[in-house]
């Protein structure tokens, strides 16, 4: 229910900036925005990844206190959106295979997730798994429940980055004073709200460009089929022009003025690009170093593209491109090129109904604020506390959140690893039966042998003495003729 002391609070942790929002969920799915706030975050976080703790712990303080003073409430919890360099997809298959045909239950398919789950070993960590398919045999399920098999194939694709990512995430946010209630992929998020139904059934390529990273999604049949997060950006292609010897706001704003990304030297003349200490540089020069990084990025992407298996006539719902980075000159020309894909469209803001004050009519105009609004979307539970100069009552007490977090981990190994053991132990004690089964039916098959043995010896027997017995018969009665 939309009332004034509930409220979803979302924060993105770009490369750039991080970005804080405070909306409110509305009965017709529009979203009520009630605070912003962006911070600049380029000193600790690269990549998309916090590389100074301190820094980050200080950014979320500070933005857990303007928006509790913009809302005259306390903050109780938030939803943070993790991504970042490193993140990418990872193919898994669990197999189990039955001593007979036995009946698929909920039971084995839930062991066989548990499994899955456990895969990734050393500093990985899984973020989300999404189930493919099943496979029983010559058969590929999308639900195996109910199916006989005698054996079946889990195929997941794991979605994995760093330990350290969510490790420090929630370090910085515990210490900033700030819960944090779950951590929802930000790029698959914002694919929620930007991709349609049939562009993710038919087959689609996500592409998100952002300052310092370049994510990359491949559906198909409603189904993430590849995502990967490229160490490239629109900030390499800023650092690139710097290296003209400009000063990097200036290159900036360069980069948006005349970058292009698709261009050829030949076409037209152009006059030498004047700078702001009177210096000038050739139009080609400027837009050889932004063509370069550009189809160094494109590249990459394709590569990721060819890496989800998926031939791109499969892949009918086109290109679909968001991001600060994708707003250039001949952007669509360039990843033509380079993809061959035709169908290449492009999106700047979510198409969530939004519900704003006079103040903030201008609020997301350059789509800044797309991933918090897609991170609000995501959102469940209420993130209120209170009246600001109240006690405010957080969901749960950070020690014991914790502790909570840590027996939760513990509990759920531990049932993995017993429901397992039991699964193994019902195998173990079906095949005892079965080799008893198999004994007993051995020893009687032998005893009926012996039986059968035994019966045509005394036969055999029989009929020799019989033999003998009519021999001497006969004997007896050619002497008493003879006489």
Do not use: W
């Amino acid at each position: 229910m939309a009332t004034e002391d509930n409220f979803i609070v979302a924060i993105e942790l770009g490369s750039s900036k991080v970005t804080g929002l405070v909306g409110r969920k509305q009965p017709d799915g529009a979203i009520q925005i009630l605070a912003s706030i962006q911070e600049p975050s380029a000193s600790f976080i690269r990549k998309g990844r916090i590389n100074n703790l301190n820094k980050m712990t200080s950014c979320a303080t500070l933005i857990k206190d303007k928006l509790e003073k913009t809302l005259k409430k306390t903050i109780s919890g938030c939803y943070v959106g993790v991504g970042g360099m490193g993140m990418h997809t990872v193919e898994n298959t669990v197999v189990r295979h039955f001593p007979d045909k036995m009946l698929i239950t909920n039971e084995v398919v839930d062991g066989i997730r548990d499994n899955n789950l456990q895969s990734q070993p050393g500093e990985r960590e899984i973020l989300e798994a999404v189930q493919q398919e099943y496979k029983l045999g010559a058969q590929t399920q999308l639900d195996p429940v109910g199916i006989q098999a005698e054996g079946i194939e889990g195929h997941f694709l794991n979605i994995v980055t760093n330990r350290r990512v969510r490790e420090d995430i929630y370090t910085c946010f515990r210490e900033a004073g700030l819960q944090v209630i779950d951590l929802p992929i930000t790029f698959l998020a914002l694919a929620d709200q930007m991709l349609t139904g049939p562009e993710k059934r038919s087959g689609c390529v996500f592409v998100d460009m952002g300052a310092e990273t370049t994510s990359v999604a491949v559906f198909k049949n409603n189904l993430l089929r590849h995502l990967a997060v490229i160490p490239l950006g629109g900030d390499n292609i800023t650092r690139d022009i710097a290296s003209l010897q400009i000063e990097h706001r200036e290159a900036e704003h360069l980069k948006h003025e005349y970058g292009k990304a698709f261009y050829e030297a030949d076409d037209e003349s152009h006059a030498p690009i004047s700078l702001e200490d009177g210096r000038s540089v050739k139009y080609d020069d400027f837009s050889g170093l932004v063509q370069a990084r550009l189809e160094e990025i494109i590249e990459n992407v394709n590569e990721q593209i060819k890496c989800s298996k998926l031939d791109k006539s499969q892949l009918i719902g086109g290109l679909i491109i968001t991001g600060g980075a994708s707003r250039l000159k001949g952007m669509e020309e360039a990843f033509r090129k380079v993809t061959n894909i035709e169908k290449i469209s492009f999106i700047k803001r979510v198409s969530t109904q939004l519900r704003l004050a006079q103040h903030l009519q201008n609020f997301n105009k350059e789509g800044d604020y797309n991933a918090t609004i897609a991170l609000i979307d995501k959102g469940e539970i209420n993130c209120c506390g209170g009246e600001l100069g109240a006690e405010a009552p957080t969901i749960f007490n950070r020690e014991e959140e914790e502790k909570r977090r840590r027996e939760q981990e513990t509990r759920s190994a531990a049932d993995a690893a017993e429901k397992q053991r039991l699964e193994e132990e019902k195998l173990r004690l079906e095949e005892e039966r079965k080799q008893q089964e198999a004994e007993e039916a051995e020893r009687q098959r032998k005893q009926e042998e012996r039986e059968r043995k035994k019966r045509e010896s005394r036969e055999k027997r029989s009929r020799f003495f019989g033999k003998i017995k009519n021999m001497i018969g006969s004997l007896v009665n050619d002497d008493r003729e003879e006489e």
